[in-house]
Nanobody, 122 residues
Framework: VQLQACGGGLVQTGGSLRLSCAASGRTFSQYNMGWFRQAPGKDREFVSS????????YYADSVKGRFTISRDNAKNTVYLQMNNLKPEDTAVYYC????????????????WGQGTQVTVSS
């Protein structure tokens, strides 16, 4: 599966953005999906994930209550709605897919998108 993330941009503190990740292929609905981010000089970190049915979601503590992950299997797309953004949310955001894994480990996901930059100004 090939992934294409978009929707990043520059926003002020407290603002919102919605990231999208479009997947190619007819088997998108069979993949668990995750969002990760990487700030300059830091390791890539888990943000959120959603099961292939959409019935289970998981969030990093740092974004819980502010970010919402969702998916539309008919459109082969996963979303990350980001509200109340903070400067520490500034990073390149990546989407990832895996058929069997649903968790926080970067190395466990088989497929990755190219990333979209999110910058939150103070």
């Amino acid at each position: 599966v090939q992934l294409q993330a978009c929707g990043g941009g520059l926003v002020q503190t407290g603002g919102s953005l919605r990231l999208s990740c479009a997947a190619s292929g007819r088997t998108f609905s069979q993949y668990n999906m995750g969002w990760f981010r990487q700030a300059p000089g830091k390791d890539r970190e888990f943000v959120s994930s959603i099961s292939w049915t959409g019935g289970r979601t998981y969030y990093a503590d740092s974004v819980k209550g502010r970010f919402t992950i969702s998916r539309d299997n008919a459109k082969n797309t996963v979303y990350l709605q980001m509200n109340n953004l903070k400067p520490e949310d500034t990073a390149v955001y990546y989407c990832a897919a895996d058929r069997s894994y649903f968790g926080v480990s970067v190395s466990a996901y088989d497929y990755w998108g190219q990333g979209t930059q999110v910058t939150v100004s103070s």
